[in-house]
């Protein structure tokens, strides 16, 4: 992977850049715009320290860091490194500062930003440097993920319908028995008020089925 790291890493940058550069990684330290850590363009890190999450958090820098990761790049991670330990002096520096911080501010911000991106977790940088490796390898490898049948069936339209989002067996196996549904044309041939008729299925998972079915399979 080609891999760029942000001049602002200094002796962490340098570090990342030898781990890397024995994994055979084609990696270059840079002034970054945005991130501390980006894999072929796709997949950008922001790297905190429990002191750096605290005080991001605190004067809510953190929020702007990850919303243009977001924007600029199709997979973006803040990824926390340290232990339990590194957390609690973490707070208790900030308490000797005086800089008013509870817990439950972080357990707030990270819950927020679980909403527009991704929060992961290392217990220290050289793990972590390994799990940003291979978070990205698995981003940029496009292998698709397959949903393993729990009963083995005959009937196409069955099958197809279990493989949609919150349908599961019972409720295709329900969706099909009722509308009598096998072949592939069976199904595409379906309306939402076909569906409105099989007991359990609403107007909202009516028309999600619809459109799921014409998304993956009819464009």
Known sequence: MNIKIDYRE????????????????????????????????????????????FNSIHNNRVFDESLRQRDEYPYHYVIIVGNDKDKQKALYNLHKLNIKF?????????????TYTNVIYAPNTTKA?????????KCLDSKPIIRELNDK???VALNILMFLPHIKYNRA???TDSLEL?????????????LLKVNGIGDKLAESIINNITKRYLK
């Not at 357990?107 to 930003?113: N, S």
């Not at 595409?188 to 008020?193: A, D, G, L």
């Open 173 to 175: 196996k329900l969706i």
């Open 129 to 137: 440097f390994r799990i940003m490796e291979c978070q990205s390898e």
């Open 102 to 114: 509870k817990i439950k501010q972080y357990y707030g911000a990270v819950a927020r930003l679980n």
């Open 153 to 155: 069936t005959d009937n």
């Open 10 to 53: 200094k002796k962490r940058g340098k570090k990342a850049l030898k781990f890397y550069d024995e994994r055979e990684h084609n990696v270059n330290i840079l002034n970054l715009d945005t991130g501390d850590y980006v894999f072929d363009d796709k997949v950008v890190f922001e790297f905190k320290t429990w002191s750096d999450m």
């Open 182 to 194: 096998e072949t592939v044309e069976d199904l595409f041939k379906v309306t939402p008020e076909d």
